[in-house]
Every structure is written in C-alpha cells, then in structure tokens.
C-alpha cells in the first residue's frame, strides 16, 4: 500500500498489520541517503505496532555503507538479486503452495527487475540456487524452471547449493519455453527428462515448465572452475547476481589460460562490484 502522510519521511511503500513495514527502494547504486533513512524511521515515532522495520531495496552487490552509519537495528538492507534468489527459491520449494495468479504476478516481478537490471547488469552468467538443478544438470544436461522465465543475455549458468558454486559453468545450447509435464508425451532426451521429474514427484504433472539443455560436464563448451575460484565466488557473488564470463578477453594474452582476477586492473573490472569471471581450460 502507500504510505499515509505520517511524520517527517515518506517511504515507497508501507505494510501495516500486526506489523509496520517501510520500505524504500532505489534503481541506482550507491543512492541511499542518510537523511532520507532517518526521516523514515522518524514515522515510527507516531506509531503502535510492536515490531517496526524499514526494508531497504537497491540493486547494489553489497550493502551500502550508509545503512552502518544510520546503525539502527530496525533498518534491513537486501538486494534485488537476493529478492530474485528468494523468487527461485520459492518456485523449487516443492512444499509451497504457489496459486497460478501469485505465480504469474512473482514472473513479472523477476521479468521487470531483469528488463530494469536491478539484479546486475547484463552478464552472460547467471547464478542459480541448485538443491534440485545440480543432480538435474548432472543426469540430464537440462536446467528446468518456471515456464517462459526470462534469461536475458545469459549464455551460461553457475550452480549455488551445499554453500559452495559448484565447479561446472555449462553454456546454454537450446530453450524450450513451456514444456507440459506429462508421462509419454515427449520423446528424446526431453521425454526422459520430464518422465524423471514426474517419478520422481519434483515436478507436478499437468503445469508447465521451461527447460534448458545445457552443455554436458566434458564438453569445451563447459566452464571449469578451480577451487579457489569456487571460493572466492562463494564469498563474493550473490546467487542470482549475473556476472561476465570473460572469454578471449582482449586485454588478456591469448596464451594465458586463467586469470588471476586480483590481478586485472580496474579497468576491467565493473565498476558495479560485480566480480569479473574469467574462461579456464583445465579439466
């Protein structure tokens, strides 16, 4: 809902039950203002509720520094590549209960934020939750998704689960956009695919899906990352940031097969903190 005329600030929305919520969103990096903070929390000061929150919204890879020196417990600071990883999270939670219009309306939500790149800037990787997609990718080649999701620009993705970014980065090879879950229905790899996701109950039958086939783990098409890549992009990406793989990379000599990213000049680097990957060939 909007938010009442009620003391010194007015946030872009306010949730008020039990509860009261203020939240105040930004489309650009670094924009939060310090005044405006304390403004908002000022609207507390003429209010009943007993938990009180103002949710901070910017597309920013790491928290601004301006939600420290406001250093009030009430204020939250996420990210919208964190509120998109929570989107797929929803989705790939088989126990939840998503109706087809909340669906719908949460796929237009993670369609505008990709369109406005409020999740990052558009890289050719994108970072996936994985509880599912990992064992999927490594039976099937596939990644499977809700139906007509967008991947704007995306070329390859990283697979997040088990608190580490799993080794393989295979490219995209072909989509299908909607994909009926029904025994018998399709043949090939796909059939098999959805025959599995069905046995298996990871997927209901009778709703639609997008489906990915992806590079196999041998191919040279697939990114193979080295564990301290692994982690250093653990502690440093957010899943469902994208970021740029770096193939053939012009500033970077052609005999050398893997960079050390501490080493690339600022220059080539994003300026929006989002980490630079680069292409490595050992197998």
């Known amino acids: 809902m909007y938010?009442?005329?009620?003391?010194?600030?007015?946030?872009?929305?306010e949730i008020v039950s039990s509860c009261r919520l203020l939240i105040e969103t930004k489309s650009k990096h670094n924009a939060v203002n310090v005044n405006q903070l304390k403004r908002h929390l000022k609207r507390f000061d003429n209010?009943?509720?007993?938990?009180?929150?103002?949710?901070?919204?910017?597309?920013?890879?790491?928290?601004?520094?301006?939600?420290?020196?406001?250093?009030?417990?009430r204020?939250?600071?996420?990210?919208?590549?964190?509120?998109?990883?929570?989107?797929?999270?929803?989705?790939?939670?088989?126990?939840?209960?998503?109706?087809?219009?909340?669906?719908?309306?949460?796929r237009e939500l993670q369609t505008m934020l990709d369109n406005e790149e409020l999740i990052g800037p558009s890289k050719d990787t994108l970072v996936i939750p994985a509880r599912h997609a990992w064992p999927e990718y490594k039976e099937f080649n596939a990644y499977v998704c809700q139906a007509n999701r967008s991947f704007k620009n995306v070329?390859?993705?990283?697979?997040?689960?088990?608190?580490?970014?799993?080794?393989?980065?295979?490219?995209?090879?072909?989509?299908?956009?909607?994909?009926?879950?029904?025994?018998?229905?399709?043949?090939?790899?796909?059939?098999?695919?959805?025959?599995?996701?069905?046995?298996?109950?990871?997927?209901?039958?009778?709703?639609?899906?997008?489906?990915?086939?992806?590079?196999?783990?041998?191919?040279?098409?697939?990114?193979?990352?080295?564990?301290?890549?692994?982690?250093?992009?653990f502690n440093e990406v957010p899943v469902g940031a994208q970021m740029e793989l770096v193939v053939n990379n012009t500033d970077v000599p052609e005999s050398q097969t893997h960079v050390d990213i501490a080493k690339l000049a600022p220059d080539q680097r994003y300026n929006t903190g989002v980490i630079v990957w680069t292409k490595s060939h050992d197998k």
């Open 3 to 13: 938010p009442r005329p009620l003391g010194a600030g007015i946030p872009d929305a």
């Open 47 to 73: 209010s009943d509720e007993r938990t009180k929150r103002l949710l901070v919204l910017t597309p920013d890879t790491n928290q601004p520094p301006q939600i420290n020196k406001v250093k009030d417990p």
């Open 155 to 233: 070329t390859h993705l990283a697979f997040y689960h088990g608190n580490k970014i799993h080794e393989l980065v295979p490219k995209i090879l072909d989509s299908e956009e909607s994909v009926e879950m029904r025994i018998g229905l399709h043949s090939g790899e796909l059939g098999k695919l959805v025959d599995y996701l069905l046995e298996t109950k990871l997927r209901e039958e009778g709703k639609t899906y997008k489906v990915l086939f992806l590079s196999p783990p041998d191919s040279p098409e697939t990114v193979h990352l080295d564990p301290n890549e692994q982690e250093r992009l």
């Open 75 to 106: 204020i939250t600071w996420a990210s919208f590549a964190s509120l998109n990883q929570a989107i797929d999270e929803l989705f790939e939670d088989k126990k939840e209960v998503i109706s087809e219009r909340e669906a719908f309306l949460l």
